[in-house]
């Protein structure tokens, strides 16, 4: 199957940084980036969906000028969490989408992010 | 995208074949269905999807039933490290969100 990074795994900052996590996908172009977050013991819930050259759509709740995704290419997406605040701590996934023989969504390994 | 519904755990035996159902009654015509695994702290791993007809690849076989309103994932040979939060997801398409459930919880024992 096709292969996405994420960078950083893990990080920690204090209140009122902003993180930067990246995701690459390395085998494949991805039309189509998309940022999900998990909380402990809940599911996966979408934030954003990012085509590339084009501004991300924003899932209902979800801020936008708080959590900037940028999709400069197609292997490469960003989230910067601004401002970042304890609630903001999460486990954060992407994911990258590709058409052809097996048209599904390849998930990077996740990025921890804990703020304190 | 149509609701699933996957019972929130199950047990397996180690060697065993898992069954993990998911009921998807409202599924439309256009619409696929996706297995995902999530091994804990991990991100959600692609395991098989199909449409109408049965599939199956290294990983698992995916049986639908005849009127699309139900299938089975089956593992056929569990191992522990197939312990893992399994979703079932039915969406038209990939390229669109896919709306992750509960999933069932498999514990595979030895």
């Known amino acids: 199957g096709a292969v996405v990074s994420q960078h950083p795994s893990w990080v920690i900052c204090k209140s009122g940084t902003s993180v930067k996590i990246e995701c690459r996908s390395l085998?494949?172009?991805?039309?189509?980036m998309f940022w999900y977050r998990q909380f402990p013991k809940q599911s996966l819930m979408l934030m954003a969906t990012s085509n590339e050259g084009s501004k991300a759509t924003y899932e209902q709740g979800v801020e936008k000028d708080k959590f900037l995704i940028n999709h400069a290419s197609l292997t490469l997406s960003t989230l910067t969490v601004t401002s970042a605040h304890p609630e903001d701590s999460s486990f954060y996934i992407c994911?990258?989408?590709?058409?052809?023989?097996?048209?599904?969504?390849?998930f990077g390994p996740g990025t921890r992010l804990t703020v304190l | 995208d149509a609701k699933t519904t996957q019972p929130p755990s199950m047990d397996c035996a180690e060697g065993r074949a898992a069954n993990l159902p998911c009921n998807h009654s409202?599924?439309?015509?256009?619409?696929?269905v996706y297995w995902y695994r999530q091994i804990h702290s991990q991100g959600p791993q692609y395991i098989i999807h199909?449409?109408?007809n049965n599939e199956t690849n290294e990983m698992a076989s995916l049986i639908i039933t005849e009127d699309r309103k139900s299938s089975t994932l089956i593992l056929p040979h569990a191992t522990l490290r197939d312990t893992a939060v399994y979703y079932c997801i039915v969406s038209n398409n990939a390229g669109n969100m896919l709306t992750f459930g509960g999933g069932t919880r498999l514990m595979v024992k030895p």
């Open positions: 409202t599924i439309s015509g256009n619409e696929y």
């Open positions: 994911s990258g989408w590709t058409s052809g023989k097996a048209d599904t969504q390849y």
């Open positions: 199909g449409l109408k």
């Open positions: 085998d494949f172009q991805a039309t189509t």
